[in-house]
């Protein structure tokens, strides 16, 4: 069985190549691509013999920098993807957002995603929520449509041999100190100006936050730097290498993920969550989307992202808390999310496509 995956996220992100590596167990020869056009179409069909296309994020083939363009690209890829379809090649669409996380061209965007889950074989999500929370946006009818997988962990993605003084050591933090970390590349909706907001209202000496990640723009930049004149908040803006991640990681007690709850898709699993659990960390996270189905309360501090100071309230149980049990708790629901079961479990729905008629 030959599979391709679209849009190639594997350098920046161990999600697809975790999968790959454990689908090529099942006997999956997999391909990554960023790239796709009419002579690509053609590309596969005569030299590689692609069984099915994998969706993962569809926004980059769909959004341009106009509306006129967006519609353009949009009908283009679509075009395609018909053709996909012509010649037997079954489509499967794991659905991560509804629509671009930043929300541009938000409408035209979940328009033409609706098209495009219309001529899927299959849809995968990541939990029971965002199973319905596609059915309703998409307008999907049949639930057999809909397959739910779970996201894998990172336990085997990333090096883990650092203690936690010698983490603290390297980045100048004391052992009295409580650290929250928020890791991850700094963009609008991640809600960082009010994750530093809270911050400031625990007003405890001992607390440090670290804010850890590459820009998306100086723009962003500049709003947090003016927010961070506080000698308990350390900033790191760049990107950060896979084998510093455990630094940073070991170096925390609680792993805070913050975001806007008007930017953020109902059906993601956040993989900065997945990240924290499976470096035994307890996570400080708003009750939304999927992360209530893979984090519970043993492990996490969960609030209402519409309640006024629900953060701040979270952030402050962090001080009676057994962070260490938590930590281990989440780092056993880590381990049962294995990346050769949910590739079985992806294989099965891939021949399930296949079984149908052509």
């Known amino acids: 069985m030959k599979v391709i995956f679209i849009p190639d996220y594997s350098k920046a992100n161990p999600y697809q190549k975790a999968l790959a590596d454990s689908l090529e167990k099942e006997g999956v020869d997999v391909f990554f691509s960023s790239n796709f056009s009419m002579l690509y179409v053609l590309t596969l069909l005569k030299k590689h013999k692609i069984d099915i296309l994998h969706i993962h994020w569809p926004h980059p083939f769909l959004l341009a920098n106009s509306r006129a363009k967006t519609i353009l690209k949009s009908s283009s890829f679509i075009g395609e993807l018909l053709i996909l379809k012509l010649f037997g090649i079954k489509i499967v669409w794991t659905v991560h957002n509804i629509v671009n996380l930043e929300k541009k061209q938000g409408d035209l965007e ?9 001529l899927c074989d299959k849809l995968i999500v990541h939990c ?41 050591k390297q980045l100048q933090l004391s052992n009295e100190d409580t650290v929250f970390l928020c890791l991850g590349l700094i963009r609008p909706y991640k809600g960082i100006p009010e994750l530093i907001d809270a911050f400031k209202k625990l007003n405890y000496s001992q607390a440090k936050l670290l804010i850890v990640g590459a820009l998306l723009n100086d723009e962003i930049a500049e709003d947090i730097k003016k927010k961070c004149e506080n000698k308990n908040i350390k900033t790191i803006f760049n990107f950060i ?74 952030m402050r149980q962090v001080f009676n808390a057994d962070l260490k049990k938590m930590g281990e708790h989440n780092f056993e629901l880590a381990k049962q999310l294995q990346w050769d079961d949910i590739a079985k479990r992806t294989y099965d729905v891939y021949q399930e496509c296949l079984k149908r008629k052509r």
């Open 110 to 118: 979940l328009f033409f995603s609706k098209l495009i889950a219309r």
């Open 241 to 314: 290498p896979d084998n510093e991640i455990q630094i940073y990681m070991n170096a925390t007690d609680v792993v805070v993920y913050t975001c806007n709850p008007a930017f953020f898709s109902p059906s993601q699993m956040p993989g900065a969550v997945i990240l924290a659990m499976s470096f035994s960390k307890p996570v400080i996270a708003p009750s939304i989307g999927c992360i209530p189905d893979g984090l519970d309360s043993e492990g996490g501090f969960l609030y209402n992202s519409s309640e006024k100071d629900g953060l701040v309230k979270a």
């Open 128 to 168: 029971p929520s965002a199973k319905n929370v596609v059915m309703d946006a998409y307008e999907v009818t049949r639930d057999s449509l809909i397959e739910i997988i779970p996201h894998g962990n990172y336990i085997p993605c990333y090096e883990n041999i650092v203690s936690k003084t010698q983490a603290r």
